[in-house]
C-alpha cells in the first residue's frame, strides 16, 4: 500500500473560532481518532495534496511533535463555496486488527465482445474491502479478456483470501452490453440467411 507522510502540530483550542485561525492562515482542523484518545491538530492544506486529489488509495503516516500515528483518511469536510477543505477525520489503526477502506477498480485486458461491437460499461469504480492493513490491496486488478456480449463481472465474481468484499454480491461491476449496431448487423445477417429459403419456397 502506499504511503503518504503529512506532518502536523497539535491544536490550542477545539473551539470555532481557532478552527477559523487555522483556516484563515491556509491550514485544516483535523482530528484522528480510533486510538486510546481522539488528537486533535492541524495541518497545511497542501499536504492534502497526494491524498485527496488523485483516485489512489493510500495509508497516512502523521507526525505530531514526537508521536507518530498510522492512519487512514476515514472523512472530509468541504466549503460549500470555495470547496477548500474545511475539516478532515483520520482513523487510527494498528497492523493486527482490520480496517476498512473503499479501493479502486483498476481493468486490464480487451474484452472480444467490445471488438465485435459491444460497449464496456463499468457500474462501479470502488469496491468497498474490510482487510488486516498489511494485506489492504491499493487497487482491485479486474481483467476483461475473453468477455463476450452480454457477459458481466459481478461483486461475488471476486475471490481473495486476503479480504472481504462488504458490497452486494449481486452488483454488476462491469458488463458488455449489446449496442443498436450490434443488433441491427446481426437482423440483417439473419434476414440475408433466411432470404435464399423464403425465395426458394415462393418459387413451389
Known sequence: MRVVS???????????KDAKKIRKDGGVPCVIYG????????????????VVYTPEVCFIHIEIGDKKYETILQDM???????NIYHADFMEFVADKP?????????????????????????????????????????????????EIGQSIKVGDIANNNYTLLDNKN?????????????????????AAAAPAAKAAAKK
Not at 486510538?35 to 497526494?50: I, M, N, W
Not at 462491469?174 to 439473419?190: G, K, L, P, Q
Open 171 to 191: 452488483n454488476t461491476i462491469i458488463s458488455i452490453n449489446i449496442t443498436r449496431a450490434v443488433e441491427e448487423a446481426a437482423a440483417a445477417a439473419t434476414a
Open 77 to 83: 469536510q468541504f466549503h460549500p463555496v470555495t470547496d
Open 99 to 147: 480496517i476498512m477502506m473503499n479501493v479502486p477498480i483498476k481493468v486490464s485486458g480487451t474484452a472480444p465482445g467490445v471488438l465485435q461491437g459491444g460497449k464496456l460499461v463499468q457500474k462501479l469504480r470502488k469496491l468497498k474491502i474490510k482487510a488486516l492493513p498489511p494485506k489492504m490491496p491499493e487497487t482491485i486488478d479486474i481483467s476483461i479478456d475473453g468477455m
Open 6 to 16: 503529512m506532518s502536523g502540530s497539535l491544536r490550542e483550542g477545539v473551539g470555532k
Open 35 to 50: 486510538g486510546k484518545e481522539q488528537v486533535h491538530f492541524y495541518t497545511d492544506a497542501k499536504s492534502f495534496l497526494k
